[in-house]
Nanobody
Framework: QVQLVESGGGLVQAGASLRLSCAAS????????MGWFRQAPGKEREFVAT????????YYADSVKGRFTISRDNAKNTVYLQMNSLKPEDTAVYYC????????????????WGQGTQVTVSS
Protein backbone atom coordinates (compact mmCIF):
# COMPACT_ATOMS: atom_id res chain seq x y z
CA GLN A 1 0.00 0.00 0.00
CA VAL A 2 1.31 3.43 -0.97
CA GLN A 3 -0.22 6.74 0.03
CA LEU A 4 0.62 9.79 -2.06
CA VAL A 5 0.25 13.44 -1.11
CA GLU A 6 0.85 16.19 -3.65
CA SER A 7 1.78 19.77 -2.83
CA GLY A 8 3.15 22.87 -4.51
CA GLY A 9 0.26 23.92 -6.67
CA GLY A 10 -0.96 27.48 -6.89
CA LEU A 11 -1.91 30.45 -9.01
CA VAL A 12 0.81 31.91 -11.20
CA GLN A 13 1.13 34.08 -14.28
CA ALA A 14 2.07 32.76 -17.68
CA GLY A 15 5.81 32.26 -17.99
CA ALA A 16 6.29 31.52 -14.30
CA SER A 17 7.55 28.32 -12.70
CA LEU A 18 6.23 25.95 -10.08
CA ARG A 19 7.59 22.80 -8.53
CA LEU A 20 5.15 20.13 -7.50
CA SER A 21 6.07 17.52 -4.92
CA CYS A 22 4.52 14.17 -4.21
CA ALA A 23 5.40 12.53 -0.93
CA ALA A 24 4.87 8.81 -0.61
CA SER A 25 4.37 6.78 2.50
CA UNK A 26 5.79 3.33 3.04
CA UNK A 27 9.17 1.77 2.61
CA UNK A 28 8.66 0.52 -0.94
CA UNK A 29 8.69 3.81 -2.82
CA UNK A 30 11.69 2.79 -4.90
CA UNK A 31 9.77 -0.28 -6.09
CA UNK A 32 7.37 1.89 -8.06
CA UNK A 33 7.68 3.90 -11.20
CA MET A 34 5.97 7.24 -10.79
CA GLY A 35 3.91 9.39 -13.05
CA TRP A 36 2.31 12.80 -13.16
CA PHE A 37 -1.07 13.27 -14.80
CA ARG A 38 -3.38 16.25 -15.05
CA GLN A 39 -7.04 16.94 -15.61
CA ALA A 40 -8.44 20.24 -16.77
CA PRO A 41 -12.09 21.18 -16.27
CA GLY A 42 -14.29 19.40 -18.78
CA LYS A 43 -11.41 17.34 -20.14
CA GLU A 44 -10.18 13.84 -19.65
CA ARG A 45 -7.18 13.10 -17.50
CA GLU A 46 -3.98 13.18 -19.50
CA PHE A 47 -0.46 11.94 -19.09
CA VAL A 48 2.24 14.49 -18.28
CA ALA A 49 5.46 12.70 -17.32
CA THR A 50 6.79 9.45 -15.93
CA UNK A 51 10.00 8.30 -14.27
CA UNK A 52 11.44 4.85 -13.72
CA UNK A 53 12.13 3.31 -10.32
CA UNK A 54 15.78 4.31 -10.40
CA UNK A 55 15.09 7.75 -11.82
CA UNK A 56 17.36 7.12 -14.78
CA UNK A 57 14.62 6.99 -17.39
CA UNK A 58 11.96 9.61 -18.00
CA TYR A 59 9.31 10.23 -20.61
CA TYR A 60 7.17 13.30 -21.31
CA ALA A 61 4.04 14.27 -23.13
CA ASP A 62 4.82 16.35 -26.19
CA SER A 63 2.88 19.26 -24.73
CA VAL A 64 5.31 19.64 -21.82
CA LYS A 65 8.57 18.38 -23.28
CA GLY A 66 11.34 20.90 -22.78
CA ARG A 67 9.39 22.82 -20.14
CA PHE A 68 8.69 20.24 -17.42
CA THR A 69 11.16 17.99 -15.62
CA ILE A 70 10.25 14.97 -13.52
CA SER A 71 12.67 13.73 -10.89
CA ARG A 72 12.65 11.64 -7.76
CA ASP A 73 14.53 11.26 -4.51
CA ASN A 74 14.13 7.71 -3.27
CA ALA A 75 15.79 8.55 0.04
CA LYS A 76 13.03 11.09 0.66
CA ASN A 77 10.22 9.02 -0.89
CA THR A 78 9.36 12.00 -3.06
CA VAL A 79 8.80 12.65 -6.74
CA TYR A 80 8.91 16.14 -8.20
CA LEU A 81 7.61 17.95 -11.24
CA GLN A 82 9.47 21.13 -12.09
CA MET A 83 7.29 23.21 -14.38
CA ASN A 84 8.83 26.13 -16.24
CA SER A 85 7.44 28.55 -18.82
CA LEU A 86 3.92 27.78 -17.69
CA LYS A 87 1.07 28.46 -20.07
CA PRO A 88 -2.64 29.00 -19.41
CA GLU A 89 -3.31 25.65 -21.06
CA ASP A 90 -1.32 23.99 -18.26
CA THR A 91 -4.11 24.89 -15.87
CA ALA A 92 -5.39 21.66 -14.31
CA VAL A 93 -5.45 19.50 -11.24
CA TYR A 94 -2.17 17.60 -11.17
CA TYR A 95 -2.03 14.08 -9.80
CA CYS A 96 0.89 11.86 -9.02
CA UNK A 97 0.56 8.12 -9.33
CA UNK A 98 2.58 5.03 -8.51
CA UNK A 99 2.84 2.08 -10.82
CA UNK A 100 4.29 -1.38 -10.71
CA UNK A 101 5.13 -1.25 -14.42
CA UNK A 102 8.21 0.34 -15.90
CA UNK A 103 6.99 3.69 -17.22
CA UNK A 104 3.26 4.26 -16.86
CA UNK A 105 1.68 6.50 -19.45
CA UNK A 106 -2.00 5.84 -18.82
CA UNK A 107 -4.13 5.91 -15.72
CA UNK A 108 -4.96 2.24 -16.09
CA UNK A 109 -1.28 1.41 -15.58
CA UNK A 110 -1.19 3.09 -12.18
CA UNK A 111 -1.96 1.44 -8.89
CA UNK A 112 -2.07 4.34 -6.44
CA TRP A 113 -3.08 7.99 -6.76
CA GLY A 114 -2.74 11.16 -4.78
CA GLN A 115 -5.58 13.57 -4.15
CA GLY A 116 -4.30 16.16 -6.60
CA THR A 117 -3.06 19.73 -6.43
CA GLN A 118 -4.50 22.64 -8.40
CA VAL A 119 -2.31 24.59 -10.80
CA THR A 120 -3.80 27.72 -12.32
CA VAL A 121 -1.91 29.78 -14.88
CA SER A 122 -3.30 33.19 -15.73
CA SER A 123 -2.60 34.96 -19.01
Amino acid sequence: QVQLVESGGGLVQAGASLRLSCAASGRTFSSYAMGWFRQAPGKEREFVATISRSGLTTYYADSVKGRFTISRDNAKNTVYLQMNSLKPEDTAVYYCAASSILLPRTGRECDYWGQGTQVTVSS
